[in-house]
């Protein structure tokens, strides 16, 4: 059973969250903003009636959740008592402890995310590497465990683009994970993720190593204003569809938008190449491929951000977005993050989408300088 050391850390724990979290002052910002929505003419002006609602629904966020956490680690003290009056067993103040550190861990966590962008849903997009039907066998494995991750914690997942590898797997996946938080908490798995195996694809049963690209952006909705210059856009029409037979798309449906983009500081042009084959309503694809030109301009302005931090705190480890992030190596059993050395033996939870070891590890060691 918990130790009395152990209840006092979680209490201890809870009120340092009060204090960190500023709950007093965010029930009275609550109270004063839930206000404002009731003044005459609120919804007047839509867009900043949006904001302001979602304003309301962050601030009531965080002090739900200190509340839940407040009233777990109260459970845990009374089924303490009722434990020494042999009123509950010990096994039910164990479970009552688990379900409070974990709430406590949970608000820690997201207490780190505390940037422009860490609150918002993301785009995930995932890339192939060299090596054929091995790196596309690995980049679906890749989607799976993202789109795992995102299910046990009930986000929302909708597919954008999706290319099928020649044999197996994917050459490219674009999905989208709708739900607070989902950058702040993905951010961190931008970069490259290395496999090592003994490949099924290789007649020899050699131990092969493939790569592929994951970049996660920020999900940008109507409130945040981004200007895209539409002399520098362009689009092409394709059919979507199945291989063959009922679900062939007779219409071009399928959207490419090209977008030539000139960064204002170094002058460095590159062309944005967004596909969406999302659905077979090509109004849809396109207003939806537009959405996702914000999102890739809004996180170009973001690094750029964080590259003028970097240079004023020069001293400090940099987050590297383009490296090698992770090695998965099934053969030894191992599972190991380079940037931050957490590592695990269990590849197959990994595989399934268990990586929140690898998201508050990656958070605990950037969040601070990423502020």
């Known amino acids: 059973m918990i130790t009395a050391d152990q209840l006092k850390d979680i209490k201890e724990r809870t009120a340092a969250l009060k204090q960190y979290l500023g709950i007093d002052e965010k029930i009275i910002q609550v109270e004063e903003e839930q206000l404002r929505t009731q003044a005459p003419g609120f919804w007047d002006d839509a867009k900043a009636a949006e904001a302001q609602m979602k304003k309301v629904k962050s601030l009531q966020g965080w002090v739900d959740g200190y509340k839940a956490v407040y009233n777990l680690t109260e459970e845990v003290e009374i089924a303490m008592e009722m434990f020494r009056e042999e009123a509950v067993t010990e096994e039910e103040v164990d479970d009552a402890y688990a379900r409070a550190l974990a709430a406590i861990e949970e608000l820690e966590l997201k207490n780190m995310l505390r940037q422009e962008a860490d609150s918002m849903s993301c785009v995930l997009k995932i890339n192939s590497g060299a090596g054929g039907t091995e790196s596309q066998d690995w980049s679906e494995m890749l989607m799976r465990m993202y789109m795992r991750w995102a299910e046990a ?120 190449l967004i596909e969406n084959t999302e659905t077979r309503d090509q109004p849809k694809n396109k207003e939806k491929a537009l959405a996702l030109l914000k999102s890739q301009l809004y996180d170009k302005e973001l690094k750029k951000r964080q590259r003028e931090k970097d240079k004023i705190e020069a001293g400090k480890k940099k987050i590297e977005w383009g490296s090698q992030i992770r090695s998965y190596v099934f053969d030894d059993r191992r599972v190991k993050d380079h940037r931050t050395g957490h590592q695990t033996s269990d590849v197959g939870g990994v595989m399934d989408g268990k990586i929140d070891g690898f998201i508050k590890a990656y958070l605990m060691e950037f969040a601070e300088e990423a502020q």
Do not use: C
Not at 164 to 178: N, P, Y
Not at 229 to 249: C, E, I, T
């Open 153 to 272: 914690n009930k986000y929302k997942l909708s597919t954008i683009n999706l290319q099928e590898g020649d044999e197996a797997g994917i050459k490219t996946a674009t999905i989208q994970i709708d739900g607070p938080f989902a950058y702040g908490y993905l951010k961190g798995e931008n970069g490259v993720h290395r496999l090592v195996r003994v490949s099924p694809y290789n007649a020899q049963g050699k131990r092969m190593t493939s790569f592929a690209s994951v970049f996660v952006t920020p999900l940008v909705d109507d409130t945040i204003e981004i200007v895209i210059n539409p002399a520098l856009l362009s689009w092409d029409l394709f059919r979507s569809g199945g291989a063959g037979g009922q679900n062939v798309n007779k219409v071009e449906s399928g959207v490419r938008l090209r977008y030539q983009y000139k960064d204002p500081d170094t002058g460095e042009e590159e062309e944005i």
